[in-house]
């Protein structure tokens, strides 16, 4: 029998996690990335963007649901979202759950990612293709943000994290268009880490979120395969309404969204953080508030 594949991705100085390769199901360089896809005992398929984990077929729904339904749920009119990055399209599937959705805009800047998710993620992406309200742009998400005209409720950051490429979706420019192009009471939402293994990255995010937007904050999800803990998803809006929704008003709107993760009464429990984690929120905001 031969020996199976190990794919490490190394997540900081010290720090790694591996993936056993039960089976190699695509490998390709675009134009942009180079794409593994395997198939994991545990995790089901795994794709690996330049050597880091992106998503996995078996856990995807915890982050995907988190960061979809938490600011659609909270918005009195979610009509009209913009989704930057999520090339699996996971979280458009998500989005698209919702019918007081009316559009959705999608910008990805590799169009490869996109095809592939298309081929191999079928299992939970396969209704977004059909939908007539999706829409897809293939452009650099901070040039989009930069040019664009439209207007959105809801504007979802679904990014790498910040290093490369992702780094310039982290910054006050950044957050500053993003507010451009939101609407009045809009949410913004961000994929922002784990902050025991990326306390400076989430300090220097957040604390640009803060700069920008005058209600700024976050919220937790567990997801298995990004490991180290509590993961935060950022939230910016220029109105706190949407941090005071109760509870009843959060099941009225979920009513026949079928979820695995996301319930009305975790998503309020959600914005409960460990007290690390809202020292450094605090960090964040008295830095934007002086910087």
């Known amino acids: 029998m031969s020996e ?7 997540l900081h100085d010290g720090v790694a996690i591996s993936f056993q390769a039960d089976e190699i199901l695509h490998e390709e360089k675009t134009g942009h990335h180079r794409l593994d896809l395997i198939r994991n005992s545990i995790f089901g398929k795994v794709l690996l963007l330049d050597g880091a984990v992106q998503v996995t077929s078996a856990d995807e729904f915890m982050y995907h649901e988190m960061l979809a339904h938490v600011p659609l749920m909270a918005h009195a009119n979610p009509a009209d979202v913009l989704i930057i990055g999520g090339g699996d399209c996971g979280l458009a599937e998500e989005v698209l759950k919702h019918s007081r959705v009316k559009s959705l805009t999608q910008v990805e800047i590799d169009a490869s990612v996109l095809d592939f998710s298309r081929r191999h993620f079928k299992d939970f992406n396969a209704p977004v293709f059909d939908d007539p309200r999706f829409q897809v742009e293939i452009a650099d998400g901070a040039a989009f943000a930069a040019q664009s005209e439209k207007r959105f409720d809801i504007i979802l950051v679904d990014s790498t994290d910040p290093a490369g490429p992702g780094a ?20 913004t939402a961000t994929q922002n880490g784990v902050p025991f293994l990326q306390e400076r990255e989430f300090v220097a995010a957040i604390g640009a979120l803060a700069s920008v937007f005058p209600v700024t904050s976050c919220y937790l999800v567990s997801v298995p395969t990004y490991f180290g803990g509590h993961m935060t998803l950022g939230w910016a809006s220029d109105s706190e309404k949407a941090l005071n929704v109760s509870e009843d008003t959060l099941r009225e709107r979920a009513a026949g969204i079928e979820t695995r993760y996301y319930t009305p009464a ?19 905001r ?6």
């Not at 420019?173 to 192009?181: A, Q, V």
């Not at 984690?277 to 964040?284: S, V």
């Not at 008295?286 to 910087?291: D, I, L, N, S």
């Open 168 to 187: 310039a979706l982290f910054t006050a420019e950044f957050y500053t268009n993003l507010r451009r192009i939101l609407k009045d009471d809009g949410i």
């Open 266 to 284: 975790h998503h309020r429990a959600a914005f409960a953080l460990p007290r690390f984690i809202e020292d450094l929120l605090a960090k964040a």
């Open 286 to 291: 008295k830095g934007a508030e002086t910087g």
């Open 4 to 10: 199976r594949k190990i794919f490490s991705e190394t």
